[in-house]
């Protein structure tokens, strides 16, 4: 009876029994003080604080009512001791009597004055005790995923140091296992791929060394966060929940920021027909040197046109009649070559000078040829291709290109790592590298051409299988 009397004898402003009852013409009721506080020195139209009418004078009627039942009920002793002991609102100094949800303090009848809007978002100070209770068991609980999530990281960073410092230790044995042969002649072009491995290698490293620091410093400040928060919510001390609320929240949305993923070592540059690239007219010594390959007219489109050495293909307007074969590419203008590869290490070279758009690369050997398929990794395809006179690779298992070089190459080198799972593609004029898929070969791997049509068929546009003569 007592609580539910309390709650009605409160005025909506200052949460206290109503002092000077008065009714507005809406029919809300108020303290005398508190509507004419909050109006102040308004000499336009006022309004309700409570459902915001409007009303061209003020005009307070005293509720008698109210004021004989506030002073008959006196003997239940409702007035309520402050709302927050020994708590004093930052802009006014006045008692604050309420708490603001939406910006997470503390407020007064003078802040309501001034900012009427604040009043859809204000709570008693008993609600708003269990209101920032949550939002701090939310914020623990983001912080404690977050924590994890830290931790999982700075452990992947002190592995990934490892593997980089050991696949640089590898490339560097490559290195010098391709230059064996030829370092007299080649001493320079070596030292300077040593130093861009050395300056790469320790790049990287250094990066994930401060990456890894900053994690550790990361989770450090989430875990004394934590702390501090279990240490606030187990609190009684109200006072210090809804003071030290704010902060703490701010604080750890700074937590926002996913962990820094940094990319890995440019194998391809290091790892492929180094002593090609060097010196190209040292065939007897170079390894692979460039496979001599030629295309399987079983496997031709209807819509390609092979030459007789089978060598160079081109596209054309008509269907050729072929016997049926189920190694045939009937969804794509594409050839594979006679040879295919299931071991070793293998490089090829496809001369494009003359092609306005073409796709080369390798496919597996039931990778699909008659029903049409995105030409992905997941397909059994790795390629890359002219488009927008730019080259593009789809470097992930899904179908989005990515371009991988600016200019237009006049021969595209492929080099195959069958056990190592690489297969690196070059720019074969000044071997620069273009790009590098890993995946893991469970099957003959064959190189693939595939002209695209121009708007108008040329007999020059031609994709050529490249011979190295000495």
Not at 183 to 192: A, I
Not at 329 to 336: G, K, Q, R, V
Not at 394 to 419: F, I, M, N, T, W
């Amino acid at each position: 009876m007592a609580e539910s009397l309390d709650q009605n004898l409160r005025c909506g402003v200052c949460a206290r029994i109503y002092s000077e009852p008065v009714t507005l013409d809406c029919g809300h009721n108020f303290c005398r003080p508190c509507v004419l506080g909050l109006w102040g020195n308004l000499e336009d139209t006022v309004s309700c604080p409570q459902c915001g009418q409007q009303f061209p004078r003020r005009e307070l009627k005293t509720n008698q009512l109210l004021a004989t039942l506030v002073t008959s009920l006196g003997v239940l002793s409702l007035e309520p001791s402050p709302v927050v002991s020994g708590q004093r609102c930052q802009s006014h100094w006045a008692e604050p009597m309420l708490f603001c949800s939406k910006n997470l303090m503390l407020v007064c009848p003078s802040c309501l004055a001034r900012d009427p809007d604040k009043r859809k978002s204000l709570m008693p100070p008993e609600e708003a005790y269990t209101f920032c209770q949550e939002k701090l068991e939310n914020s623990a609980a983001f912080l404690e995923k977050r924590l994890e999530e830290y931790r999982l990281a700075e452990s992947s960073q002190g592995a990934r140091i490892s593997e980089t410092l050991e696949l640089a230790d590898n490339l560097q044995e490559n290195i010098e296992t391709q230059f064996a042969k030829m370092h007299q002649l080649l001493s320079e072009q070596e030292m300077k791929l040593r130093d861009r491995l050395t300056e790469e290698s320790q790049g990287l490293v250094q990066a994930l060394e401060g990456n890894l620091k900053l994690v550790s410093k990361r989770t450090a400040s989430v875990q004394k966060l934590i702390a501090e928060i279990r240490s606030l919510t187990d609190t009684e001390d109200r006072d210090r929940l809804l003071t030290e609320i704010k902060n703490i929240l701010q604080r750890s949305d700074l937590h926002q920021e996913p962990v820094l993923q940094l990319p890995g070592m440019s194998v391809g540059e290091f790892r492929g027909p180094l002593q090609y690239a060097a010196w190209k007219q040292m065939l007897s010594i170079v390894s692979p040197a460039p496979a001599p390959l030629t295309l399987d007219p079983e496997t031709a489109s209807p819509c390609l046109m092979l030459s007789k050495d089978h060598t160079m293909v081109k596209r054309r307007t008509k269907l050729r009649q072929v016997p049926e074969s189920g190694r045939r590419f009937a969804f794509c203008a594409a050839a594979l070559t006679t040879e295919g590869f299931a071991s070793g290490t293998h490089y090829w070279e496809v001369d494009v000078e003359t092609s306005a758009g073409w796709i080369v690369g390798a496919a597996r050997e039931t990778a699909e040829r008659s029903e049409e398929v995105p030409l992905t990794p997941a397909n059994g395809y790795w390629t890359v291709r002219l488009w927008n006179d730019k080259v593009h690779w789809c470097r992930d298992r899904l179908a989005s290109a990515h371009s991988c070089a600016d200019a237009k190459p006049q021969r595209v080198g492929v080099y195959l790592d069958y056990e190592a799972g690489q297969l690196s593609f070059y720019d074969a004029g000044d071997m620069s590298h273009l790009c590098t898929f890993f995946d893991h070969f469970a099957e003959k791997i064959y190189p693939f051409v595939f002209p695209l049509s121009g708007l108008e068929p040329a007999e020059t546009e031609v994709l050529r299988l490249f011979h190295l003569r000495l």
